[in-house]
């Protein structure tokens, strides 16, 4: 008779549980035979029980570890990890943690203590333990196309540590990294409660596993914001959770409230919340001065702790003393330049060969190179762009050993002032370069038209900040030029071969390389040096565009969320609405022009870098000029940044997102596109 009740209660769960398009593996570990030294928990078995109770009703597949070692947790997570491997693209792993957790002070790193380690007091527990950041290294690499999320339900107030100045029982933020949800069971630098007499279990496991079972419908971001309003009520404020969303995409743990059986569980279509700045900021940052300049700049953050931490003594890179000559970064730099032309020198040789009339091979890639490179490109239906590096020198040769030759002449893409129209006047559309007094051209410019169009986002825009209203009427009353890509390294490199840019010389390009992707590390002062250079080299007014005039060019006559509309960006190169985002860009710029130009022709104005405007910020556009030109008032310690980069998600792409950031502050994220003042209607 049991084992036909057994049967049939089998069979009823089968039916009640639900069907996922994906995959849905989840790990518990549960650790609470402590040494004294260290100190025994008392709850966090039956948080294992009481999790792993509710994700089995919900559907997924379930282990539960207990007492795990060093050694065994490492296994255990090997063995997760090739479950959600197993699943394919977009399979959801969960692994959620019950025991002590701390952090160190020194490193600003979060570690999870397994139940070996015997002494809590010294330098010796971080040999012991098992940092988070490896965690996620270990999930992401051995499941890259997944879903992760890690709940640390750790942080307990059971840790003794001897030696505070080292540790602390409350985690440290952190940045997650892509493909991963954290989830902490409290808020920064406090512990969290290990439960108390008047129920079995934690508070976070028993509100994890109460939202679980009503959590239908809600994307995981939401899931985790119930929950954490559900441990706030349960401890009487005394415990807030905290969370990092390093997700690309919405993703329903608990499957979705109108989907039917075939339907995805994973929206592709729609983003999570986005990172705050802070935390995109953050994620970027890689020498100690860049954090002790977040630190001071985001000093409000709950970052702000670990950027102090990772400072050390260093002061903020704009505050740092100048540094002499470096005779071995000069010669490491002339040789990159020198083995720069010689490929642009190859790739004339090659398309001249073919008949591409790319000017004199002279390793400076003019316009006339760049547009031999298009038309090459074009004639083989490659994918659009006219980057010089080596897959193109590969494909130059493939071609020339099959005798390839360039097809009839089209019309000449690109002028060099002066305009060829009379009186000075250029037409709407038309692609120009001025010529620079110390030789070369300057950026390509394209002229875009006159005028006007609703700023601002409406308030039911998906993924909208508070910022970005209200919507108001915005004219731009005459032509202007923009330039028609993100000013490029080859660009930066003109500018201090003639005699500017003397404030910021050489920008660190991350080792990504230089060439034709955009310059970094720039900020907005040494924006406005570039400009004040260009300017006296062509007797021409060069300037940063004002943030109205950005966001008209940027749209190029869209109402959506996008140039292109409302659909999502994609990582198609020849796509309407391809763009370097966080799902595209391998962790780096791309080449400028590596995507389609939206309707004014303009390359790159969703992702790829943000880009410096004029305008001071103000946290509305109440009282902001509606005539085009750029806000001089409010907060002007603050400048304005558009068009998301290669870093984030989809909603920070939005035609009309803005974030801002101290004029002196220089970020691997951030570079800048120009506006030129041009005669005509």
Request: proline share 6%; hydrophobic share 40%.
């Amino acid at each position: 008779m049991r084992q036909m009740l057994s049967a049939i209660l089998l069979a009823l769960f089968a039916i009640a549980a639900p069907a996922f398009a994906q995959e849905r593996h989840a790990l518990i570990i549960a650790n609470r035979g402590y040494s004294e030294a260290v100190g025994p928990l008392a709850n966090t078995h039956e948080d294992a029980d009481i999790v792993a109770a509710a994700l089995r009703e919900a559907g997924f597949s379930v282990v539960v570890e207990t007492e795990q070692s060093r050694v065994a947790t490492l296994a255990a997570l090997r063995a997760h990890a090739r479950r959600v491997a197993s699943g394919g693209p977009g399979a959801v792993g969960l692994f959620y943690y019950a025991g002590h957790g701390a952090a160190d002070l020194e490193s600003a790193r979060n570690y999870l203590i397994p139940v070996d380690v015997d002494d809590a007091s010294t330098l010796a527990l971080w040999d012991a333990s098992i940092p988070l950041p490896e965690i996620q290294r270990r999930l992401t690499r051995s499941a890259p196309g997944a879903h992760h999320f890690i709940v640390f339900d750790a942080c307990r107030n059971e840790l003794e540590l001897a030696e505070r100045d080292i540790a602390a029982r409350g985690f440290v933020p952190e940045i997650s990294q892509g493909g991963v949800f954290v989830a902490f069971s409290t808020a920064p630098q406090r512990p969290a409660s290990d439960g108390n007499a008047s129920e079995v279990g934690g508070p976070y496991a028993n509100a994890f596993a109460a939202e679980v079972r009503r959590a239908a419908g809600r994307d995981a971001v939401q899931f985790f914001e119930e929950v954490r309003y559900a441990v706030r009520d349960r401890t009487g404020r005394q415990q807030l959770p905290w969370s990092v969303n390093g997700l690309g995409e919405r993703v329903y743990l608990f499957g979705r409230a109108d989907a039917d059986d075939e339907e995805e569980t994973t929206d592709i279509a729609a983003t999570t919340p986005a990172a705050s700045s802070d935390q995109i900021v953050f994620n970027t940052l890689a020498t100690p001065c860049e954090y002790a300049t977040f630190a001071r700049d985001f000093a409000d953050s709950p970052l702000a702790f670990t950027a102090r931490v990772r400072a050390g003594s260093t002061p903020p890179c704009d505050e740092a003393p100048a540094e002499g000559d470096d005779a071995a970064t000069d010669t490491a730099a002339a040789d990159e330049a020198a083995a720069r032309a010689d490929m642009v020198r190859e790739a004339q040789r090659l398309l001249a060969e073919m008949g591409y009339e790319p000017g004199p091979a002279d390793g400076q890639p003019g316009s006339r190179t760049l547009a031999a490179v298009r038309a090459f490109r074009a004639a083989l239906d490659l994918s659009p762009g006219e980057t010089i590096d080596e897959d193109l020198l590969t494909d130059l040769r493939s071609a020339q050993r099959l005798n390839h030759r360039a097809p009839a002449p089209s019309v000449t893409e690109v002028a060099t002032s002066p305009p060829a129209a009379s009186g000075g006047a250029r037409a709407a559309g038309s692609v120009f370069r001025d010529s620079l007094r110390s030789g070369g051209e300057g950026p390509e410019m394209v002229v875009v038209p006159a005028g006007s169009f609703t700023m601002g986002s409406p308030s039911n825009e998906a993924g909208r900040g508070s910022d970005e209203g209200p919507q108001r009427t915005v004219s731009i009353p005459r032509a202007f030029a923009v330039g028609r890509y993100e000013v490029t390294w080859d660009d930066w490199a003109a500018c201090v071969r003639g005699g500017g840019c003397a404030s910021n010389p050489n920008p660190s390009d991350q080792g990504w390389g230089r060439g034709r992707r955009p310059v970094i590390n720039v900020s907005w002062n040494d924006a406005q040096e570039y400009v004040r250079w260009l300017s006296s080299q062509t007797g021409e007014t060069y300037r940063l565009l004002s943030e109205a005039e950005w966001e008209y060019a940027a749209r190029a006559g869209s109402t959506g969320r996008y140039a292109w509309g409302d659909q999502e960006p994609t990582c198609s190169t020849s796509a309407a609405n391809g763009a370097n985002y966080s799902a595209c860009s391998d962790n780096r710029t791309h080449a400028v022009g590596s995507y389609r130009a939206n309707r004014f022709g303009l390359h790159d104005m969703h992702g790829n870098v943000w880009e410096w405007v004029e305008d001071c910020y103000a946290d509305s556009y109440s009282g902001a000029p509606t005539n085009g030109s750029a806000r001089t008032s409010g907060d002007c310690s603050r400048r304005v940044l558009r068009g998301g980069s290669w870093v984030v998600n989809p909603q920070l792409l939005r035609s009309a997102n803005r974030i801002r950031n101290a004029p002196s502050n220089r970020y691997v994220v951030s570079g800048f596109r120009l506006a030129r003042t041009v005669s005509g209607p």
